[in-house]
């Protein structure tokens, strides 16, 4: 019970409802359940919010332990308090009962953290940091999430291109990538980040796009609000320009 549950800033969210249905209100459904448990374990008290507590510290600090046939969560009363980093240095592997081994990756500086990876390495930044920060958290500050190539990888960037390139590239997986998919924001702000910088005359009909995809852009980011971080700057851009092209609209053409 000394782990982490992140108590408090879990109500309210999705995990706790989750939570709420499918773990306490089943409890609750099969009465029978409760009372055994409560037999067997008279020290325990079953309610909701212990619950809670104890489901929050487990998925705070619960490891993924990956096997052939199987795939379950486990706390490790050492591995589990292993810190995170985007670009670990340990490896874990399991045996068949589940037991831990953790390996060096690479060689080790003396006085270096050991890390795993909580979540999955093939992921983007704005898929990790978003893992991290609903199931674990914390907002990911790693030398590869603080570094907009990911350490030269380029795993969420899309190869420069022109803007026709980048208008095919959302036209072609507008059909399989979610609007808000970080693929599609990004060759949408790659767009966004020429428009000005292509020659003049301006016709008010050729800005309509940008105009559409700054409200598009804008309604993604609804929620980045923190301007602190690289999401909520981007956010503050957008809004700005927003406001600058209509003005420049407005006095360019019919608007
Ligand atoms: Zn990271």
């Not at 486990?74 to 874990?92: D, F, K, R, T």
């Not at 990888?153 to 059909?175: A, D, H, M, Q």
């Not at 923190?226 to 092209?245: A, F, H, M, W």
């Amino acid at each position: 019970m000394s782990l982490e549950s992140h108590l408090e800033s879990r109500k309210g969210t999705e995990a706790w409802q989750i939570c709420q249905d499918r773990v306490i209100d089943v409890m609750k459904k099969t009465l029978v359940g409760v009372m055994v448990f409560e037999v067997l374990y008279p020290q325990l008290d079953f309610k909701g919010e212990r619950i809670q507590e104890l489901v929050g510290i487990f998925e705070t600090n619960s490891i993924e332990a990956r096997l052939c046939q199987t795939e379950v969560h486990g706390l490790y009363e050492m591995g589990s308090m292993m810190e995170h980093s985007c670009v670990p240095n340990i490896n874990m592997s399991f045996d068949e009962k589940f037991h831990l081994t953790s390996t060096a990756g690479r060689d080790i500086e003396k006085g270096e953290h050991l890390s795993i990876m909580y979540t999955h390495c093939f992921w983007g930044t704005w898929a990790l940091r978003d893992h991290l920060i609903k199931y674990k958290k914390f907002w990911c500050f790693c030398k590869r999430c603080s570094d907009p190539s990911e350490l030269d990888k380029n795993p969420s960037n899309i190869l420069e291109g022109t803007v026709p390139e980048f208008r095919g590239f959302l036209e072609k997986y507008s059909k399989e990538l979610y609007s808000s998919h970080y693929y599609m924001v990004a060759a949408r702000h790659s767009i966004l980040q020429m428009v000005g910088r292509v020659e003049g005359p301006y016709e008010t009909k050729s800005l309509m796009e940008p105009r559409d995809l700054l409200i598009e852009t804008a309604s993604v980011l609804r929620d980045e609000t923190n301007t602190k971080l690289p999401e909520g700057q981007l956010r503050k851009q957008v809004d700005e320009t927003l406001i600058q092209l209509k003005v420049f609209m407005k006095t360019v053409g019919e608007f």
